[in-house]
């Protein structure tokens, strides 16, 4: 079974400063996806980033990059420039994908706890 | 733009009612998702459905079951809800061919009393 943890329940930041919120997981799988979501206080869930286990270059969105360990089975998001807008429970999540009995695929996801981000002006 | 909606964002039950949750997506996916978000736990999976009446289970489906009758809606059932079933419940979707892009509707708070 696969695991994901993230230890930092709370994290601030002040506006314009660089934050890193940090996640581990464990499996004994060797190809899947590494994620990190948002949901900001409306609820609606969005992706922010995804990391494909087999590329070693670390993946970059704008201001949102990450810093993927997988020998150590560590994935770090880093937020530069923090915005007032990034506000917003994160969490780090975990997929395998796997194939019906009818031989297509669907992917599972497994969540962390998450981590409270609030930006101060 | 892709969409998932769900019935309701707040909903109110007494203690043995059965209760319906739906979703619609408008994205044509064959994948679809339920799951129940708490803090400290983050979301866990309920049931996910990968065809119209297919179904399995996920990590936690005690006391829900799941109807998928169309291919753009898949509703959660609770048989016979109660106060531990209070909670926050999302329904995503994901197509076959892109797996790793799972969408996710806006969530339904439910309160069981």
């Known amino acids: 079974a696969q695991t994901v943890t993230q230890s930092q329940p709370e994290m601030s930041v002040q506006e314009a400063e660089t934050v890193t919120l940090s996640c581990t997981y464990d499996?004994?799988?060797?190809?899947?996806?590494l994620f990190w979501y948002k949901q900001p206080p409306s609820r609606q869930m969005i992706l922010v980033i995804r990391q494909e286990a087999y590329k070693q270059q670390n993946a970059t969105e704008n201001r949102f990059s990450v810093n993927f360990q997988k020998a150590a089975k560590s994935f770090s998001l880093k937020i530069s420039d923090s915005q007032l807008g990034d506000t917003a429970m994160y969490f780090c999540?975990?997929?395998?994908?796997?194939?019906?009995?009818?031989?297509?695929?669907?992917?599972?996801?497994?969540f962390g706890q998450g981590t409270i981000l609030t930006v101060h002006p | 733009d892709v969409k998932v909606t769900q019935s309701s964002r707040y909903l109110v039950k007494r203690t043995g009612e059965k209760v319906f949750l739906e979703c619609v997506q408008d994205m044509d996916h064959e994948n679809m998702f339920w799951y129940r978000q708490d803090p400290g736990l983050g979301l866990r999976l309920i049931y996910f459905?990968?065809?119209?009446?297919?179904?399995e289970k996920g990590d936690i489906p005690e006391g829900y079951s799941v109807s998928r009758e169309k291919k753009e809606r898949f509703s959660l059932i609770l048989e016979s809800a109660s106060t531990n079933q209070t909670s926050m419940y999302l329904c995503?979707?994901?197509?076959?061919?892109?797996?790793?892009?799972?969408?996710f509707g806006p969530g339904t708070r439910l309160t069981v009393t």
């Open positions: 499996t004994s799988e060797n190809n899947y996806y």
């Open positions: 459905s990968y065809d119209v009446k297919m179904k």
């Open positions: 999540a975990f997929m395998i994908w796997g194939w019906n009995a009818g031989g297509t695929s669907y992917g599972k996801l497994t």
């Open positions: 995503a979707s994901s197509s076959r061919d892109r797996v790793y892009e799972q969408y």
